[in-house]
């Protein structure tokens, strides 16, 4: 069913929505919660959840065009607070060095009172992103947003683990000068 | 702040990015392995394709080419040729036999025709014989009496010495009843001038599918009657014949075509037309005697035949091979 169909659905507060959702996005979005959550059990909490976020959201949000996307967002959202709250080590372990990774990227010390919003913030990276190679884009974004290891995003691209861990290096310093250009004080 | 909160701040990028990074998101396997899954492939392809072709396309039955079966059917004495088959039609050509149409001959299984037979004398492997014609003209001091190949009995039994008319065929033997079991007929340039000036001539093609059509056709084919045993077949006129050159007559090739009638069962009878002489022939062998002056003319309006002189090269001196006519 075409997105457009199923969001108006969602707006006719139409319970099929959520079937038509799982039908065509359940596959997909399991697999991201499963890749951040590394258990089964969790991630399909999650995509249930994610389901009802979306009931509970649509309307008034219109994710029109972006339907996978917005549907993406909430349950890696939903799939890293079950990271942090239900404390499953071993992902608990991937996340601390996810996060050491990207606080290459942040210009000052993390004792700056001034906070950016999330939002803000994730807007001005997506400008950066969007200056970069389409393959680099991919890269990045597999490896910071659907959290997906090395290891799996060479594979996936058919090229070495070296030259994705180069590649995000380089994204990360670049990203790094861009937010200082940008006069982010951080 | 923190990565933890970085990370936070990846969820709003924009939408497109999530998705094109989705998108791409297709496993591509190592260089290596994807040669060998191509390289796989093709093998298979041309293997599929080679097997193909070595099973089902007709292989040439070099030893048996042109081989001539003759078998009674009804009271006629028919006239089979050996026919090429594929290996699959090999392979089964067992399995195809239906009824028994006399000594060693077979109808194919399920046929409502008889364009098609199956011959087995039961010490060789069997062959797949196809109609050619009704032999009309036998003499009394043929082989086939002399040798015993034709019994008494098939002597009292057969019509010899007399013409017959095309419709018998076109019922007996191609099941056809009526107009409504021929498909189209196609009327295209022959091929049997491939000279410099041959080439150069160009003959629309016309396939006639309309009712009106196809019943004028059918009662034109009906109508033919097999001619007589000293009968000629038409002229034909290439380049380098005085009548051409002197702007008499026009090139053959222009003028005459091969005729198409391709049945609903599937079958196809192929005929030359000269509407010169208005004949419709099979070839040099088996002539039909010419069409009435109506269905000649209404045939040439029809196909568009166009019998004016040309010049396709009158005074230049043939050059390109000519394609020699069978001798009776």
């Known amino acids: 069913m075409e997105d457009e169909r199923i969001i108006g659905l969602y707006m006719a507060r139409d319970e099929e929505a959520i079937e038509q959702t799982a039908v065509k996005y359940g596959t997909r979005l399991l697999e991201i919660s499963s890749d951040i959550t590394e258990d089964r059990q969790t991630a399909e909490e999650c995509e249930n959840d994610t389901y009802l976020e979306a009931w509970n959201t649509i309307p008034p949000q219109n994710p029109a065009g972006y339907l996978f ?5 909430i349950i890696r959202h939903l799939s890293l607070d079950a990271c942090r709250y239900r404390s499953r080590l071993k992902r608990s372990a991937a996340l601390t060095e996810l996060t050491a990774e990207l606080e290459e990227c942040i210009p000052a010390p993390d004792d700056t009172a001034a906070r950016l919003e ?16 389409e393959e680099k884009r991919t890269v990045f974004i597999r490896r910071y947003w659907y959290l997906d290891p090395v290891k799996t995003i060479a594979a996936q691209r058919g090229i070495g683990q070296s030259k994705v861990k180069m590649t995000l290096l380089r994204c990360r310093e670049g990203l790094r000068e861009y937010l200082e250009k940008e006069g982010y004080e951080l | 702040m923190r990565g933890t909160e970085l990370l936070e701040a990846m969820a709003y990028l924009p939408p497109e ?4 990074a989705e998108r791409r998101n297709r496993k591509r396997a190592p260089f290596l ?19 193909s072709a070595w099973a089902f396309l007709p292989a040439l039955n070099v030893e048996n080419a042109e ?11 028919a006239e089979y040729a050996v026919t090429d088959v594929s290996r699959y039609q090999d392979w089964t050509m067992e399995s195809r036999k239906g009824e028994s ?26 062959e797949l014989l196809r109609f050619r014609s009704f032999r009309a003209f036998l003499d009394e001091d043929s082989p086939l009496f002399t040798e015993g190949i034709l019994t ?27 107009w409504e079991d021929i498909r189209s007929v196609t009327w295209e340039k022959a091929d049997f001038d491939r000279s410099a000036a041959g080439k150069r001539v160009k003959a629309e093609t016309c396939v006639l599918r309309d009712e009106e059509s196809l019943i004028r056709v059918y009662h034109i084919l009906k109508d033919l009657v097999r001619s007589s045993g000293d009968a000629e077949g038409p002229r034909r006129v290439f380049a380098d014949d005085p009548a051409y050159r002197n702007g008499e ?28 002489e208005g004949m419709l022939y099979e070839n040099h062998t088996v002539l039909y005697d010419p069409l009435n002056a109506d269905d000649n003319r209404w045939l040439i309006e029809r196909i568009g035949i166009d019998l004016t002189w040309h010049d396709w090269g009158a005074n230049a001196s043939p050059t390109g091979e000519t394609a020699s006519v069978r001798e009776p």
């Open chain 2, 33 to 51: 392995r994807r040669i060998s899954v191509a390289a796989a492939v093709l093998f298979c392809l041309t293997s599929t394709l080679f097997f």
């Open chain 1, 118 to 133: 999330y939002r803000e913030l994730g807007e001005a990276i997506g400008r950066y992103l969007a200056t970069l190679s």
């Open chain 2, 17 to 20: 990015q999530i998705e094109a």
């Open chain 2, 249 to 276: 007559l026009p090139l053959s090739i222009q003028t005459d075509r091969r005729v198409t009638v391709t049945l609903k069962s599937g079958e196809t009878i192929r005929f030359q037309y000269a509407p010169g």
């Open chain 2, 67 to 77: 081989r001539i079966v003759l078998c009674r059917v009804g009271d006629r004495l």
């Open chain 2, 101 to 126: 149409l006399g000594a060693n001959i077979w109808r194919i299984k399920d046929a409502e025709d008889l364009v098609r037979v199956i011959w087995d004398d039961g010490q060789h492997y069997p």
């Open chain 1, 69 to 73: 996307a917005y549907l993406a967002r």
């Open chain 2, 152 to 178: 008494e009995e098939d002597r009292t039994l057969l019509r010899f010495g007399e013409s017959y008319p095309f419709g018998e065929v076109l019922e007996t033997i191609y099941g056809v009843a009526s």
